[in-house]
């Protein structure tokens, strides 16, 4: 997709999405194999399982950052919980040459001042840097199929997502959503029980 406006990109569609807690009985009685359980419901940096399992660092391409005076009806619920004025960040996320994942999140604009100062770091690298405790929660997952997700990661989708939050002393700091590309079955295998992908192939 051709995006040299600079501005952000349209929320996902989704196929269907789900709870967390539901997360692991899938539509039509199809079921998630165990490395894709760890990687869309862990409380894993998803960076840091990305950079482990290619074996290269992971670079964040910044999309955009900018306000939110309207929160889009795909944004998930949580964005709700957010005080106003609320930024909204995309990036996406390669290693070397391959583009593995799209991430959205939104901010309350003086978190965000506060908490990403370098705008090109992953996120949780920026939170993290002063070594105080964070938590995530994860709170649903969902399957999305967009032809500008498709175009960049190089397969086909669907592509499983996810989204959660991040905390700091029970208070929440962002909302996060995440979307990996296909490619990753190279490495975690295929990600539905008894479904093997056509063209889940490293480029």
Not at 136 to 141: A, T, Y
Request: with cysteine.
């Amino acid at each position: 997709m051709n995006h040299a406006s600079g501005g952000l990109l349209p929320s996902p569609g989704f196929l269907w999405q789900a709870s967390a807690a539901d997360g692991l009985e899938l539509p039509g009685g199809r079921a998630l194999t165990g490395p894709w359980k760890l990687l869309l419901l862990g409380d894993g940096s998803p960076t840091r399982h990305l950079q482990l399992l290619t074996g290269l660092p992971v670079e964040v391409e910044l999309i955009a950052m900018a306000s939110e005076p309207v929160v889009s009806a795909a944004a998930p619920a949580e964005v709700a919980h957010l005080a106003d004025p609320l930024l909204r960040r995309q990036v996406w996320l390669t290693c070397g040459p391959q583009t593995l994942g799209w991430a959205e999140s939104w901010w309350n604009q003086a978190e965000a001042e506060a908490h990403l100062q370098d705008r090109r770091l992953p996120i949780w690298r920026s939170l993290s840097a002063g070594r105080t405790e964070l938590y995530r929660e994860v709170d649903g997952v969902a399957q999305v199929q967009e032809p500008w997700l498709e175009e960049r990661f190089g397969c086909q989708g669907p592509c499983w997502s996810r989204h959660y939050r991040f905390f700091r002393q029970g208070r929440e700091l962002t909302v996060i959503r995440e979307v990996f590309s296909p490619v990753l079955e190279h490495w975690l295998g295929p990600a539905e029980v008894g479904i093997v992908r056509e063209d889940s192939s490293i480029r």
